[in-house]
T-cell receptor
């Protein structure tokens, strides 16, 4: 069990640019979740996958956000035309089955200037 | 949107004292979980309590759940400086995803 890994740890980008983050879950976990966390707040749900199928996407999530999980392994989260309000920590978590303990990565901190 | 509210928002205690954090939530649940987050890191799962359980222990942690009041508490006994972190409750709201509360920031002074 090597844990959930996220890459990069930090990303600084200019407004209007596209960014992509990667998450590698624990290998035997079939569920993968993306959350966003701003300073002083709890994680906010964005989307989740069971294997390669994206089962739910938050209604708060703009069309500029897209996530994939090809072949049910790693996942990518892309943000197009970034805005300053997208600055946050993006957390990935995985689990084997629904609503059991989630294993989190250390996140990708995005700063949009 | 966030399902739960933790209380207090911040808590400062001395090493050796007990720390109690409370969580209130809004909808029916299958289970409630508590997580810890050290600054700049991901969350670490601490304990899960199912809706038909009232109390659960794990080491120095004690969690209670009152579904009639839609509330839970986390007690950390004999706190250590290493317990300094933010603590979050999370509920499933009867769905397949966890919704997190706003967190309690705990500071334990040596």
């Amino acid at each position: 069990d090597t844990g959930v890994s996220q890459d990069p740890r930090h990303k600084i980008t200019k407004r209007g640019q596209n960014v992509t983050f990667r998450c590698d879950p624990i290998s035997e976990h079939n569920r993968l979740y993306w959350y966003r966390q701003t300073l002083g707040q709890g994680p906010e749900f964005l989307t989740y996958f069971q294997n390669e199928a994206q089962l739910e996407k938050s209604r708060l999530l703009s069309d500029r956000f897209s996530a994939e999980r090809p072949k049910g392994s790693f996942s990518t989260l892309e943000i197009q035309r970034t805005e300053q309000g997208d600055s946050a920590m993006y957390l990935c978590a995985s689990s084997y089955g629904p609503v059991v303990a989630l294993h989190f990565g250390n996140g990708t901190r995005l700063t949009v200037t | 949107s966030q399902q739960g509210e933790e209380d207090p928002q911040a808590l400062s205690i001395q090493e050796g004292e007990n720390a109690t954090m409370n969580c209130s939530y809004k909808t029916s649940i299958n289970n409630l979980q508590w997580y810890r987050q050290n600054s700049g890191r991901g969350l670490v799962h601490l304990i899960l309590i199912r809706s038909n359980e009232r109390e659960k222990h794990s080491g120095r942690l004690r969690v209670t759940l009152d579904t009639s009041k839609k509330s839970s508490s986390l007690l950390i006994t004999a706190s250590r400086a290493a317990d300094t972190a933010s603590y979050f409750c999370a509920t499933d709201g009867g769905t397949d995803k966890l919704i997190f509360g706003t967190g309690t920031r705990l500071q334990v002074f040596p």
